[in-house]
């Protein structure tokens, strides 16, 4: 059974360095745009974590406008998108304008294939620890007031749910500061009393 590899967008406008950067990321499913209109239309079709970009593209080889203005409408479309941008060996204000406007990193070229390699990882393994971060933070309780992320404590906001329409007494037991009283008045605002008020009482 083939691993399906992550997709990479390489936007380079020279042939031998689209072959080369290929080459250098064998670990990825490598997609190629050689300008800011084609690189966009592959960022909405494919929604890759992570991309290179030369600055230089064209009509604006020589320069940065066009780079730049690719960086912004790719950071618009995919916020969480990782950027890497690759510059002249001359052209660190651009790297670092390029970092300000919402680049994850820059390398400088020539082109060392290993050492961007371990870049693009490093930007992945960071894509996914801030999606898997997102993912948790959305794992929020049902229920007003709970903060609950961990599967045992969404379990009781789950029972809690189930037990607040029915007409019983219910007890609600755990050590000192871990939230009954929280439960309870959960409890009480899913139930039939909901109107009534809420007395909490210190029966110690």
Same mark, same amino acid.
């Given at each position: 059974?083939? !691993?399906?590899?992550?997709?990479?967008?390489?936007?380079? +406008?020279?042939?031998?360095?689209? @072959?080369?950067?290929?080459?250098?990321? +064998?670990?990825?499913?490598? *997609?190629?745009?050689?300008?800011?209109?084609?690189?966009?239309?592959?960022?909405?079709?494919?929604? &890759?974590?992570?991309?290179?970009?030369?600055?230089?593209? &064209?009509?604006?080889?020589?320069?940065?406008?066009?780079?730049?203005?690719?960086?912004?409408? !790719?950071?618009?479309? $995919?916020?969480?998108?990782?950027?890497?941008?690759?510059?002249?060996?001359?052209?660190?204000?651009?790297?670092?304008?390029? !970092?300000?406007?919402? =680049?994850?990193?820059?390398?400088?070229?020539?082109?060392?294939?290993?050492?961007?390699?371990? *870049?693009?990882?490093?930007?992945?393994?960071?894509?996914?620890?801030?999606?898997?971060?997102?993912?948790?933070?959305?794992?929020?309780? &049902?229920?007003?007031?709970?903060?609950?992320? $961990? &599967?045992?404590?969404? @379990?009781?906001?789950?029972?809690?749910?189930?037990? =607040?329409?029915?007409?019983?007494?219910?007890?609600?037991?755990?050590? $000192?500061?871990?939230?009954?009283?929280?439960?309870?008045?959960?409890?009480?605002?899913?139930? $039939?009393?909901?109107?009534?008020?809420?007395?909490?009482?210190?029966?110690?």
């Amino acid at each position: 059974m083939s !691993i399906e590899k992550t997709k990479l967008l390489v936007i380079e +406008d020279d042939p031998g360095l689209q @072959k080369q950067l290929r080459w250098s990321f +064998d670990d990825f499913d490598v *997609i190629i745009a050689d300008c800011r209109e084609n690189a966009l239309a592959q960022i909405r079709r494919h929604e &890759p974590p992570i991309v290179t970009l030369d600055l230089g593209l &064209p009509p604006d080889a020589d320069g940065a406008s066009e780079g730049l203005a690719a960086l912004e409408q !790719i950071h618009a479309l $995919s916020p969480d998108t990782k950027i890497i941008v690759v510059t002249g060996n001359e052209d660190r204000d651009n790297a670092v304008k390029a !970092i300000a406007n919402g =680049a994850y990193d820059f390398y400088q070229k020539p082109i060392d294939g290993e050492i961007l390699n371990l *870049i693009v990882k490093r930007a992945y393994h960071v894509f996914t620890l801030e999606k898997e971060n997102r993912k948790l933070s959305q794992q929020r309780s &049902p229920l007003q007031g709970i903060i609950a992320a $961990s &599967p045992q404590m969404l @379990k009781i906001c789950r029972t809690i749910e189930k037990v =607040a329409p029915a007409d019983v007494t219910t007890l609600l037991l755990g050590d $000192s500061g871990t939230g009954k009283e929280i439960l309870a008045r959960a409890l009480h605002d899913l139930s $039939s009393r909901s109107k009534n008020r809420f007395v909490a009482i210190n029966c110690a």
